[in-house]
């Protein structure tokens, strides 16, 4: 009998809005790594066939030349483009002794959506670095 396996894959793009200035820093070694966090809604109709707004906040991590060019060029509310995969963290609560989760992105590409802005960025975005191949462990992530 064979070994069948499901096909694993670990990739997300998504669109939405910065919720606050993205907080660019270095880690000790000097490579720069910048936390966003984006808010992405979607617009579902309800059983009465009403539209009701759903939004998740999703936290960003860019590592390398895309997190200076992020922590440079972006705003809060300015609408971006995330490409990346899920990561998943754990920790204990110190005050409850809980253990809590959450899902992050851990971005290899960030991308401005605003058009009406595009001509005065043009030539930033030209100089946009390229995805990283890996970025550096989190361990360093001076957060």
Request: hydrophobic share 30%.
């Amino acid at each position: 009998m064979s070994d069948l396996r499901m096909p694993e894959l670990n990739h997300v793009f998504l669109a939405g809005r910065l919720t606050r200035d993205p907080e660019l820093r270095y880690t000790p070694n000097g490579t720069a790594v910048c936390k966003l966090s984006i808010a992405v809604s979607r617009y579902p109709r309800t059983k009465e066939g009403e539209r009701k707004e759903e939004t998740l906040y999703i936290n960003v991590t860019v590592w390398d030349k895309h997190a200076e060019f992020c922590g440079q060029y972006l705003r809060k509310g300015r609408p971006v483009l995330v490409e990346g995969s899920l990561k998943g963290e754990e920790w204990e609560d110190k005050a409850t002794g809980q253990r809590r989760t959450s899902i992050s992105v851990r971005a290899t590409r960030v991308q401005q959506l605003d058009w009406a802005e595009r001509d005065a960025t043009e030539e930033t975005r030209a100089d946009a670095p390229k995805p990283a191949e890996e970025p550096p462990p989190e361990d360093d992530v001076p957060f």
